[in-house]
């Protein structure tokens, strides 16, 4: 008999979320592939496997469902709704988890997520509708609300992320190939002022053992498919565990093919070999920006550009696509600091470059509201940078990703992937009203 009926739910307003991205804050999506929420799926996962709940998990932002539709298939009554926030869409999940309450009066309604910690204040003095915030990741807290007197479980207890629970199948690359997240460790022990992973999941990073991701990697190759993306922020944090792990890998035969994110100055030719030889097809790492002034006060610290361009130019003559994370907007960039750090993008010769906006609401001392993130982008609305405008700086974002996308992948690639399917949504979302989000 269960003791508590559970729905677990993310939302869909026709924009895609990655919702376990920018450090569970969500980013948008703008072409039509979503990347799994691992954070949500690892949830379910604990729920699922709970003897004492019921789980109805709804993942409507990875089947595509509208709000009128995921309501359609929501059960009678339940004693916990889990509502999975993302900063692109705040306003739209507050009003839906206070939707959910007028509907499920008798319920527990939970606003989860990064997202809804940081704009915890908040909602407890304006949507009193909604019971509670979950300030720990969504995983973590389904766990507690299932083992009260339990302690907090370390990520190595983690269970393999049971992908059948979700509509798995739409998880595609690019190129209509299946492919599904895993993570060998969670947290970053940096310091950059900038960076939500570490206020959300701690400052020192929490490992899965090797044992256990090899667990991870057959059960996704039970599903069907080879690729995989580590979500680890700081893959490479240990570099006898990555030699183990893909020293595992080759022994055991397995073609995975797989990508991940690190700190380049962490690789060497070596670790590169091997990590090839075990079947790494693409690595991204931040650059952010080419001025060590503005990186240092914002507490980070590059490696020295000659080894980041030698490192570049030797993962590209192994095969491995490589992707730069560019930051403009910082406080102090002007129109200068901004071009050099394209012309340092165009130097590195990355397959992909991917730029944004500086986004300030991990220094903000002030207490955040919805309305100070613009809905469907990855900004806030606050002026953060002295010098330019956020038309500016989306105008520079916009030209810089055209730019590089013709570079790497042509034209009409860039255009139909990037260029208008971008625009289409921000014309459709500009002036649409709640309740046309809401249909």
Request: aromatic content about 12%; some cysteine; overall charge negative.
């Amino acid at each position: 008999m269960y003791e508590v009926k559970i729905l677990l739910f993310r939302p869909y307003y026709g924009i895609s979320i990655n919702g376990d991205m920018h450090g569970d804050l969500g980013v948008c999506e703008y072409m039509a592939h979503v990347y799994p929420d691992l954070s949500l799926i690892w949830a379910a996962t604990i729920a699922q496997q709970n003897k004492s709940a019921e789980l109805d998990f709804i993942d409507a932002n990875t089947e595509k469902l509208k709000p009128s539709d995921a309501e359609a298939r929501m059960g009678k009554s339940y004693d916990v709704i889990i509502l999975k926030a993302a900063l692109p869409t705040i306003e739209y999940d507050i009003e839906f988890a206070k939707r959910l309450k007028r509907k499920y009066k008798n319920a527990k309604v939970v606003l989860g997520g990064h997202a809804a910690k940081l704009l915890k204040k908040w909602v407890q003095n304006n949507a009193t509708e909604i019971d509670e915030i979950a300030t720990v990741p969504i995983e973590d807290y389904v766990h507690k609300l299932l083992n009260p007197d339990a302690e907090a479980l370390h990520l190595d207890e983690f269970p393999a992320p049971d992908y059948n629970l979700t509509r798995y199948q739409n998880f595609l690359d690019d190129y209509g190939n299946l492919r599904v997240s895993l993570a060998t460790s969670r947290g970053c022990s940096f310091r950059c002022k900038y960076c939500p992973y570490a206020s959300f999941y701690g400052k020192q990073i929490e490992f899965r053992s090797i044992d256990h991701v090899m667990e991870d990697i057959h059960s996704i190759l039970e599903m069907g498919t080879n690729r995989i993306v580590f979500r680890d922020q700081y893959f490479t944090a240990k570099r006898e565990r990555v030699q183990e792990l893909c020293e595992r890998i080759i022994e055991q035969d397995l073609e995975i093919l797989w990508t991940c994110e690190t700190r380049i100055e962490s690789l060497d030719e070596e670790l590169v070999d091997l990590m090839v030889k075990a079947g790494l097809r693409g690595i991204f790492f931040g650059i952010e920006s080419a001025s060590d002034e503005i990186l240092e006060n914002m507490g980070r610290k590059n490696g020295a550009e000659n080894r980041t361009v030698q490192l570049i130019d030797y993962l590209n003559e192994k095969g491995v696509q490589t992707g730069g994370f560019y930051i403009v907007g910082f406080p102090e960039d002007t129109w200068d600091s901004i071009a050099k750090t394209f012309e340092h993008s165009m130097k590195l010769n990355t397959t992909f470059a991917k730029f944004s906006i500086y986004d300030p609401c991990m220094t903000l001392k002030e207490e955040l509201s919805p309305d100070m993130f613009r809905k469907f982008e990855n900004t806030m609305k606050i002026q953060a940078c002295k010098n330019l405008t956020h038309d500016q700086l989306q105008y520079v974002v916009n030209q810089f990703t055209l730019i590089q996308n013709i570079k790497s992948q042509g034209f009409e690639h860039a255009y139909y992937h990037h260029y208008s399917q971008k625009e289409k949504y921000q014309e459709i979302y500009e002036h649409a009203t709640q309740e046309e989000v809401f249909q």
